[in-house]
């Protein structure tokens, strides 16, 4: 049976609007790109881009030259891979753990957990604890704050609560333990929620700038976030030196040139770049299992 006419106008309505949607969300980063690869003289100029007008290398050349950064983006990798491993894996734990309502001290524990996610004790009162946990000079104090997440162990819990029972009791009466069971039965069935997970922690602790900037105090454990959004600070001291040097005579020409070959502007958009770029890359190996992970996670 054909669809009826209205039926059909209704469908073509809403995809357009899903695609005008998806094209008003993509817009941003591509045009971001664009600037970061088009010259900072054209750039200024504003108007619609796609493609760059004058395409350069310059703004990345910038970005890149000090060797700081490099050091920077390693401590992010290690950081993101490590905390990333370590968080999903205990909350995927205390998840299954949880599944278990004969589980003395279930309810508590639960309460117990939530407490935290509503009430924070204040930038000072962390600082502190930081100090006497002598975090303040290691790496640890961007891994063990963010092994634990509510949301993240609610919604592994959730899926977990879906695997039938007869799986695990039968691995029971085969002789099988508690871990044995979690990790050769509810692991193996639990790729979806893996996958949401992984990319849920990874893209928080990739762009955590907050914890390198308040509470490191090594240069040589920053992130790679932090060190960006303090170039960010030196573009806008650039900037300001550009404005005082514009009635320099003693300046060459060249010097003018690569003045204004880079502006705060267009380094402000290909530190986003940057930054977005890894996040994006690894983005296409999780996303078949993403939206199904969230939704079975999230729904009992």
Do not use: C, Q
């Given at each position: 049976?054909?669809?009826?006419?209205?039926?059909?106008?209704?469908?073509?309505?809403?995809?357009?609007?899903?695609?005008?949607f998806a094209l008003s969300t993509l817009y941003p980063f591509v045009y971001f790109l664009a600037c970061s690869l088009?010259?900072?003289s054209d750039t200024i100029r504003g108007g619609f881009m796609i493609f760059p007008r004058k395409f350069t290398l310059e703004n990345y050349k910038v970005a890149f030259q000090n060797k700081e950064i490099l050091q920077a983006f390693k401590i992010s990798v290690l950081i993101t891979v490590l905390g990333t491993a370590c968080s999903v894996m205990l909350s995927a734990m205390a998840a299954y753990a949880l599944t278990f309502r004969d589980l003395p001290g279930r309810g508590f524990v639960m309460l117990f957990l939530f407490i935290p996610t509503v009430f924070g004790g204040g930038?000072?009162?962390?600082?502190?604890?930081?100090?006497?946990?002598?975090?303040?000079t290691n790496i640890l104090v961007y891994i063990l704050p963010g092994l634990y997440g509510f949301f993240n162990l609610v919604v592994m819990r959730t899926f977990f609560e879906g695997i039938p029972k007869g799986l695990s009791e039968a691995a029971y009466i085969d002789g099988s333990s508690e871990m044995g069971i979690f990790f050769k039965i509810i692991i193996p069935l639990?790729?979806?929620?893996?996958?949401?997970?992984?990319?849920?922690?990874?893209?928080?602790?990739?762009?955590?700038?907050?914890?390198?900037?308040?509470f490191v105090s090594r240069q040589n454990l920053k992130p790679a976030a932090t060190f960006l959004q303090q170039l960010l600070n030196e573009a806008d001291m650039m900037e300001s030196i550009k404005n005082l040097n514009e009635q320099n005579i003693y300046l060459t020409e060249m010097e003018q040139e690569r003045q204004n070959a880079v502006t705060p502007e267009s380094l402000r958009m290909t530190f986003v770049m940057i930054i977005t770029l890894p996040i994006v890359c690894v983005y296409p190996f999780l996303q078949k299992h993403f939206v199904k992970g969230v939704m079975i996670g999230s729904i009992k």
């Open positions: 049976m054909g669809k009826k006419l209205s039926d059909k106008i209704t469908e073509a309505v809403i995809l357009t609007f899903l695609i005008l088009n010259e900072a930038v000072v009162p962390t600082f502190i604890l930081y100090r006497r946990l002598h975090l303040l639990s790729g979806p929620i893996f996958a949401t997970m992984i990319l849920f922690s990874a893209v928080g602790m990739w762009n955590d700038w907050y914890t390198g900037a308040f």
